[in-house]
């Protein structure tokens, strides 16, 4: 059975392109830095994003943590905005694996305000934890998009203080699309990105994690230290190419069909949302003022073969991506209006 699926955009299927270009990818052993395709797809990646090197992750969290990890020593401070995946997803890995204190501000709808940013770095102080590292999201989990200008005055600020900067960029490639840039002028304003091939991009794994010859360098040492020294990965990065050159360039897709889904998402009368928040691919809603059950809900729509995740935090979440026409759209709504006994 086909199931319509919007928990995320990490759900998408491999291509027919990827499966076939995975199936005849040159490989060799990329801990000897013999895989050609694995090559080529680095080189794109740091191309890409406007960075000297890139190096291939199994995962988003892996490149975040293998940044982490990598700008900084133990016992120093990374500054984060509260809700931001380092944060609140990544198992407490920043403390685990590279010994590091957090200290997390609140932003506004998660975007951190710059001044905030400068008070919290750490004055030469006895008692303090040094600052090591200032993390930025774009797009945030909340499917906001961090404004250019902040991102720019966060790298200001930390280059007068000498820190590096990292950019979660796990969909940056939709950040991009939003705001009309090249993920290239959005890493401008970074030392290092970490972005996603896997999610939106429809490969099948794996995440990159780019910056300076120098940092990549360490950056591949500590991921061989993780056990993410990887043989021939080939077949993965033939599947990574197709996802930068080709599948970024169809995610303004998946945010059109957002808004779409969001439109008429407002037909089922008590469904609140603030379309203005409809950016990326990610659509929140309230469903509150229905009363209707939303785990009731999501069971009744599984039936129906739709997959949708709980409500968190009083929002439920449906996420468009490659897998999810205008048509599995409609079907929804109307699935939901007959479920919510509307019509
Ligand atoms: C903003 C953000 N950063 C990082 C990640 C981690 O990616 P992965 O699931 O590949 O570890 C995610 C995953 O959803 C994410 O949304």
Request: aromatic share 4%.
């Amino acid at each position: 059975m086909r199931y319509i699926d919007f928990r995320s955009d990490t759900v998408t299927m491999p291509t027919k392109e990827m499966r076939m270009a995975m199936s005849e990818a040159l490989v060799g052993d990329d801990v000897y830095g013999d895989d050609p395709t694995m090559n080529e797809l680095q080189e794109l990646a740091a191309r890409t994003v406007g960075k000297e090197a890139a190096i291939f992750v199994t995962s988003g969290t892996m490149g975040n943590q293998l940044s982490v990890m990598t700008h900084t020593n133990r016992g120093e401070e990374i500054i984060v905005e509260q809700d931001c995946h380092i944060v609140q997803h990544e198992v407490g890995a920043a403390a685990v694996l590279s010994g590091v204190n957090i200290k997390a501000i609140k932003g506004e709808n998660s975007i951190m305000n710059p001044s905030d940013v400068r008070k919290a770095i750490r004055e030469d102080d006895i008692h303090y934890p040094k600052t090591g590292l200032i993390c930025i999201e774009n797009a945030l989990s909340n499917g906001l998009v961090v404004p250019l200008n902040i991102m720019k005055e966060i790298y200001t600020i930390a280059k007068h203080h000498d820190l590096p900067v990292h950019l979660d960029g796990a969909r940056v490639f939709n950040a991009a699309t939003y705001l009309g840039v090249t993920v290239e002028e959005i890493c401008e304003s970074t030392d290092s990105v970490t972005f996603c091939l896997s999610k939106g991009l429809c490969a099948p794994i794996g995440s990159i994690l780019a910056g300076s010859k120098v940092f990549i360098e360490k950056a591949k040492k500590n991921r061989k230290l993780l056990g993410g020294g990887l043989r021939q990965s080939g077949i993965l990065a033939a599947a990574g190419i197709l996802a930068i050159n080709d599948m970024s360039k169809r995610l303004h897709i998946d945010h059109e069909n957002a808004r779409y889904l969001a439109k008429r998402l407002t037909e089922i009368e008590g469904i609140k949302l603030d379309i203005s928040k409809v950016q990326i691919n990610m659509v929140f809603f309230n469903i509150t003022e229905t009363g209707f059950d939303p785990n009731l809900l999501v069971k009744k729509l599984f039936e129906k073969g739709i997959k949708s995740n709980g409500e968190e935090n009083g929002l439920m979440r449906f996420v468009t991506n490659n897998d999810v026409s205008k048509g599995d759209i409609d079907f929804t709504i109307n699935c939901m209006k007959e479920i919510m006994n509307e019509i």
